[in-house]
């Protein structure tokens, strides 16, 4: 039977349970801190929008504090993902999805783990998406919104396929995560 995965804000247990291993797919050209930077496109100002996935960090009350740069200006900021809204630091700004970037940014922080030294956290860019119990194998679950998911053990399939924890564990193909 398969299964579809909406992995909402208010579903987020499933992400947060397994730590995993290091940025297993870094290549010679490729540095750590470049893997923490993801670009989300323009904000409805026209700025261009960036999120550092490395500084997700869950706090108490469903909130999560993160770090995303607007032209270059890096923000502070604070996520209330049962509101999907945001406070921006130091001037306390409170902020809602206005574009297609912004509204990507709160869903990636809102279901991404918090990072951790050996943490790899993927987006999965252009739903759905379907995670499978092995490379080419059986679906195990679909999911159906721009999501953060952590990418667990390294690649398989002939490096084609990232491991998972997502939907109790299985592959997803590269071309459906950004890591």
Not at 14 to 27: A, D, G, K, Q, Y
Not at 130 to 150: F, H, L, S
Request: include cysteine.
């Amino acid at each position: 039977m398969l299964k579809t995965q909406t992995l909402s804000l208010l579903k987020l247990p499933c992400l947060l349970v397994i730590p995993v291993l290091s940025l297993f797919w870094l290549t010679p050209h490729t540095r750590a801190e470049d893997n923490c930077t993801y670009s989300l496109g323009e904000s409805v100002t026209g700025a261009s929008t960036t999120l550092n996935l490395c500084s997700i960090q869950w706090q108490r009350n469903r909130q999560v504090t993160f770090t995303y740069s607007l032209s270059n200006k890096q923000i502070e900021a604070r996520a209330n993902c049962p509101d999907n809204s945001w406070i921006s630091f130091p001037d306390r700004s409170i902020n809602r999805p206005r574009s297609k970037a912004t509204s990507d940014m709160i869903k990636i922080v809102c279901t991404a783990p918090s990072f951790n030294e050996g943490i790899a956290i993927g987006v999965v860019f252009d739903p759905p998406s379907k995670i499978r119990r092995t490379p080419n194998g059986e679906v195990v679950c679909t999911i159906q919104d721009v999501t953060g998911i952590a990418l667990a053990g390294g690649v398989t399939g002939d490096g084609q396929w990232y491991r998972t924890t997502v939907c109790g564990g299985g592959v997803i193909h590269q071309s459906q995560v950004r890591p």
